[in-house]
């Protein structure tokens, strides 16, 4: 796609000697020669080959000797033609050349796509088999302890059901809501860990961080922290419609009625009127447990005892935002790796698959733990011992394709090492 681009970066280049054809042509006019595109384009290159000598042209017609003058208003004229024609003329015609050919372009990328993706998922399902080579039974493990949750939790649920004689929102309900949710965020982990987003994986394991933290303190405050956690729906509601509100006009989409803006709004006031102006903060609901007018989530890592994930949680900081760290440090590209990841790297899996094991353990043991119950107590420690593997068997796993990407980088240029080590690009 930059075969047209080339074409008009040679013209650009050539433009400087256009104008000057189209000076030397208005001047031969007035001095009464009739003008050719063949006769300026001699003169200028002789003019441009720094040739002192005149020029001797044996054209028809009757023979005149002439002379051309050019001086600083001629040079100065031209000078201004080509900006005029650089900022002006070019970016329309760069506009109009880009409309013309782009559905055609697009209709040949559409024929040629066929070939591409069969290619890509070629590479693909080569990629796969090697990061199932690396870490496919690592991942199994995490997997395994995924599963345990799930299924615990759905013990731990339907128990909470048989002994609740009326339907409604508590404690235990919303621990049990929080680590279902936990379970999905662990799949998209995994999901990502095995396709070779380790970055990415790292960002959601972020969001499993959050979710750990908010149920530790909703379990250490008990019913009354839990209905404020609920009720501070009406705050996050409140603050989405703001910000829709504010943009939808520029989107083209449809504002809110005037009676759902009215619902939201005295929700939102309501709640402010029972809980306190501090309410209305993002974790406005523990302002009044952990006496603190706006609470941060450092504040509720500190309560929670789990500040000591608050570096991990940075790194994850680092991947879901815009900030410089992130354009220079990626999991999924090893040390000292020249090149930009912008996509699938085998590398960088040890970190968010440790964390997630880590916090999915102590979430699910937090939710589903019941002291006086034998099995409880059983699964609890075939987690941890679980847990405790995981970890190992992740640092153990990393320290190979690091090594052989040390000693890819050894090889002299030019080495097939194909069948030797696996390349330092993180994409193999």
């Known amino acids: 796609m930059d075969e047209i681009q080339g074409l ?8 400087p000697r256009l104008f000057l054809e189209g000076l030397i042509s208005k001047k031969l006019r ?18 441009l080959s720094g040739n002192s000598e005149p020029f001797i042209w044996n054209g028809t017609g009757r023979r005149k000797n002439i002379t051309i003058t050019m001086g600083e208003e001629d040079l100065n004229e031209m000078t201004r033609q080509i900006d005029d024609f650089c900022e ?32 890509q998922k070629v590479e693909f399902s080569e990629f796969c088999d090697r990061m199932e080579d690396r870490w496919g039974q ?15 939790c759905e013990k731990a649920h339907t128990r909470e059901l048989r002994q609740k004689k009326e339907k409604k929102l508590d404690s235990k309900n919303i621990l049990i809501r929080l680590l279902v949710r936990a379970c999905q965020v662990t799949y998209e982990i995994i999901c990502l860990l095995e396709n070779g987003f380790a970055d990415g994986a790292m960002a959601r394991w972020r969001t499993l ?33 703001d910000k829709y509100m504010s943009c939808c006009e520029q989107l083209g989409y449809k504002p809110l009625s005037e009676k759902a803006q009215r619902k939201i709004v005295k929700a939102y006031e309501a709640a402010i009127a029972r809980y306190g102006k501090e309410f209305g903060s993002d974790y406005g609901w523990a302002s009044e447990h952990l006496k603190l007018k706006r609470p941060t989530l450092k504040d509720l890592e500190e309560v929670a005892g789990r500040a000591d994930m608050r570096a991990h949680h940075q790194m ?24 930009l990841l912008a996509g699938r790297s085998n590398a960088g899996l040890m970190e968010p698959g440790q964390n997630t094991a880590h916090t999915l353990t102590q979430l699910a043991i937090l939710v589903c733990l019941s002291e006086n119950n034998v099995d409880d107590n059983l699964i609890a420690n075939v987690m941890r011992k679980l847990r405790d593997e995981i970890p190992r068997s992740f640092y153990h796993a990393d320290k190979k394709p690091r090594m052989d990407d040390k000693k890819y980088r050894k090889l002299p240029k030019g080495t097939d090492a194909a069948d030797e080590v696996v390349p330092a690009n993180p994409t193999r």
């Open 8 to 15: 008009l970066d040679q013209g650009l280049a050539d433009l």
């Open 30 to 47: 007035v001095l009464g020669v009739r003008s050719t595109k063949e006769l300026s384009s001699k003169i200028v290159t002789h003019i």
């Open 88 to 119: 002006i003329k070019l970016p329309q015609l760069i506009k109009g050349l880009a409309a013309s050919t782009s559905a055609e372009l697009l209709k040949d990328l559409t024929v040629s796509w066929v070939k591409e993706q069969a290619l």
């Open 138 to 152: 690592l991942l199994g493990q995490l997997r395994m302890l995924l599963n345990i949750a799930r299924e615990w």
């Open 209 to 241: 961080h959050e979710i750990g933290v908010v149920a530790a303190i909703l379990s250490q405050h008990g019913e009354d922290i839990v209905e404020r956690y609920i009720a501070h729906q009406a705050i996050e509601s409140k603050r989405a419609m």
């Open 316 to 339: 994850a900081n680092d991947n879901v935002h815009a900030g410089i760290k992130s354009m220079f440090f990626r999991l999924g590209a090893f040390e000292g790796y020249s090149g």
